[in-house]
């Protein structure tokens, strides 16, 4: 079951959100009914769960995992983004660091699910680890998909620029999209279905052909505001439990990763076998293998104090 839900960011925007959960059942009656007697003592309850999706994604990204989660969570909610998915796109933004991590709080706080745990990918990601430095009050524990900590810099940015410049723009059919993201693409080093499939998600299509759902241009105004720093100040200052995940062939190499999770105060690491950077469309069982014991250990723990 998924149900939108609109939110109103700091600044007035409006944000969709994407709330999944099991089909209405009485667990607990099915439980007595399986084995009579009394209730037995189990962990606490379970945390709220707010998804992240990384730059061009959308909520709907998340929908496997959600439903996964959705499946032991009392709330597991995708937000889309400000500049993304079904979310407002500003022409003037703004696209800023502290704009992305206002609106998870708003979205933390406007849906009751704090101390939430906060689970990105990518620049989602950044933006989970950001949120739980600035608002420990609300991230009960984060988890970090193939994020790097270190800059980016100015090339790397007139690359993603190039790039862009290359997307056959419309394309004619659905197919085209997958066909071109998942095996045409120059930035490809092989063949990826998964990859066309996840960029089939972010388009719509209108009278011309199928175009994406965001605006390229701002895209690049949101990494800018991330891709020339480094962000390891804001990783140390993360106090609650933080997994930090990656693929084998992503982009966080296992150096880094294990240097984040160094520099984190109660950083934990796993990784992915056979996935490249969209983890959880590459290898969604690998993927929950990874997080799993992670969730499970928070669940287990009460949430720390915040001062």
Do not use: N
């Amino acid at each position: 079951m998924v149900r939108r839900i609109d939110l109103t960011a700091a600044d007035g925007l409006r944000l969709a959100a994407w709330e999944y959960a099991d089909p209405p059942k009485d667990r607990d009656e099915e439980r007595d009914q399986a084995a009579p007697g009394p209730p037995a003592a189990g962990p606490a309850r379970a945390p709220g769960v707010l998804l992240l999706h990384g730059l061009m994604g959308r909520a709907s990204h998340w929908a496997a995992t959600a439903r996964w989660l959705a499946e032991r969570h009392p709330a597991v909610v995708a937000l889309d983004q400000r500049g993304h998915g079904r979310s407002d796109k500003p022409a003037d933004g703004p696209y800023t660091r502290e704009a992305y991590v206002a609106d998870a709080a708003a979205a933390v706080e406007q849906l009751g699910l704090g101390p939430a745990v906060v689970i990105g990918h990518a620049m989602g990601g950044l933006t989970a680890w950001q949120l739980a430095a600035e608002r420990p009050d609300l991230v009960r524990a984060v988890v970090v998909s193939d994020m790097r900590a270190s800059a980016r810099g100015a090339a790397s940015q007139r690359e993603w620029e190039d790039w862009f410049a290359t997307w056959p723009l419309p394309f004619a059919t659905l197919a085209d999209v997958r066909r071109w993201f998942g095996e045409d693409d120059p930035w490809l080093e092989r063949p990826s279905p998964a990859r066309g499939a996840w960029f089939a998600e972010v388009m719509a299509e209108g009278p011309d052909g199928w175009r994406p759902l965001f605006s390229r241009r701002l895209m690049l105004a949101t990494r800018d505001a991330w891709a020339h720093d480094a962000h390891w100040d804001s990783l140390a200052l993360v106090r609650c439990p933080a997994l930090v995940v990656r693929g084998i062939d992503g982009e966080l190499g296992r150096a880094e990763a294990q240097e984040m999770v160094r520099v984190l105060p109660a950083g934990t690491y796993a990784e992915v076998a056979d996935a490249g950077h969209l983890l959880h469309h590459d290898q969604p069982e690998g993927w929950r293998a990874a997080v799993q014991p992670f969730l499970d250990s928070v669940g287990r723990t009460a949430p720390a104090p915040t001062a």
